[in-house]
């Protein structure tokens, strides 16, 4: 089955910085990776997704590219603010599901200093 | 709307004991799930529902059920509590969200202790 691993774990920036976050996947038949952003003590929320049509998406500060030969896709985060610290979740949907069943990664913890 | 809201939000069960969670969602939404969130594991799915009448296992089922007896319940149910089942549920629904795009909701959570 899919197996979708990430780091790193934990990520420490300066306000400003940049931010990137690593995922790979296993089944090359998987087309839809969601990135999820969870603060402490909150759900999971979308901020951005990307489908394997496509090799890169930008929305405001935040962007993810997706490399399929290398089955792997990464976020990046750009001129970082302390709100952006938070919990990070990269996902893979499993081919051939009607559902939308999601194999998540471990979880980045991304900690940005003023 | 509502969205996707969980009951209770924390709860202290002892081994051996039963409950219910309870999840809801007000978007007419046909597709929802259950994952537990255990630290440094991320998020796994326990049970998922495609519409009404219809359930299926996730990766992680053992030691639970899920019923969906209409588009808008799906109640996870542990049958005899055990302390490996500490964890925090998620419920989610999967829907059409304001871009055109399906996307999936998660709920509040609950925190499930169990001793």
């Known amino acids: 089955g899919e197996n979708v691993e990430q780091h790193p774990s934990t990520l420490s920036v300066q306000e400003g910085d940049s931010a990137v976050i690593k995922c790979t996947y296993s089944?090359?038949?998987?087309?839809?990776f969601p990135w999820y952003k969870q603060e402490l003590g909150k759900r999971p929320q979308l901020i951005i997704d990307?489908?394997?049509?496509?090799g890169e998406k930008k929305d405001q500060r935040i962007a993810v590219t997706l490399n399929k030969t290398a089955k792997h896709f990464s976020l990046h985060i750009t001129e970082t603010q302390p709100e952006d610290s938070a919990v990070y979740f990269c996902a893979a949907k499993v081919p051939n599901t009607g559902f939308q069943k999601l194999v998540f990664g471990t979880g980045t913890r991304l900690l940005v200093s003023p | 709307n509502a969205g996707v809201t969980q009951t209770p939000k924390f709860q202290v069960l002892k081994t051996g004991q039963s409950m219910t969670l309870q999840c809801a969602q007000d978007m007419n939404h046909e597709y929802m799930s259950w994952y537990r969130q255990d630290p440094g594991m991320g998020l796994r799915l326990i049970h998922y529902?495609?519409?009404?009448?219809?359930?299926d296992q996730g990766e992680v089922p053992n030691g639970y059920n899920v019923s969906r007896s209409t588009t808008e319940d799906f109640p996870l149910r542990l049958l005899s509590a055990a302390p490996s089942q500490t964890s925090v549920y998620f419920c989610?629904?999967?829907?059409?969200?304001?871009?055109?795009?399906?996307?999936?909701?998660f709920g509040p959570g609950t925190r499930l202790t169990v001793l």
């Open positions: 089944d090359s038949a998987s087309n839809y």
């Open positions: 989610a629904s999967k829907g059409l969200a304001g871009s055109g795009l399906y996307e999936q909701f």
């Open positions: 990307i489908r394997s049509n496509v």
């Open positions: 529902s495609v519409g009404a009448g219809i359930t």
